[in-house]
């Protein structure tokens, strides 16, 4: 079965940054589009950012500009640098990828909070 194991988060002053990895394995990690998730307290998960096989990106709205989703094929790991965080990006971060059909990792928390 596909492994997706998110890491990574914790507790940051607002403007701060923080850096998310996902680290997979049983599927051909460099043939698929890898994405992040985040879902917060009390609200639907959404859609974070993507990077596909060729390493084009495109981010949620919200985040253009201070958040970097990056990929290591070697490493079989995706990346998420989130830099001047904001309250309102406290959530639990996941990856994702198609392999992985319905299956989702446990995630990483990020609370960004004085």
């Known amino acids: 079965q596909v492994q997706l194991v998110e890491s990574g988060g914790g507790l940051v002053q607002p403007g701060g940054s923080l850096r998310l990895s996902c680290a997979t394995s049983k599927f051909i990690f460099s043939a698929y589009t890898m994405h992040w998730y985040r879902q917060a307290p009390g609200k639907e998960r959404e859609w974070v950012a993507r990077i596909d096989i060729d390493g084009n990106t495109r981010y949620l709205d919200s985040v253009k500009g201070r958040f970097t989703i990056s990929r290591d094929n070697n490493k079989r790991t995706a990346y998420l640098q989130m830099n001047s965080l904001k309250p309102e990006d406290t959530a639990i971060y996941y990856c994702?990828?198609?392999?992985?059909?319905?299956?989702w990792g446990q995630g990483t928390q990020v609370t960004v909070s004085l």
């Open positions: 994702y990828t198609d392999a992985a059909r319905t299956y």
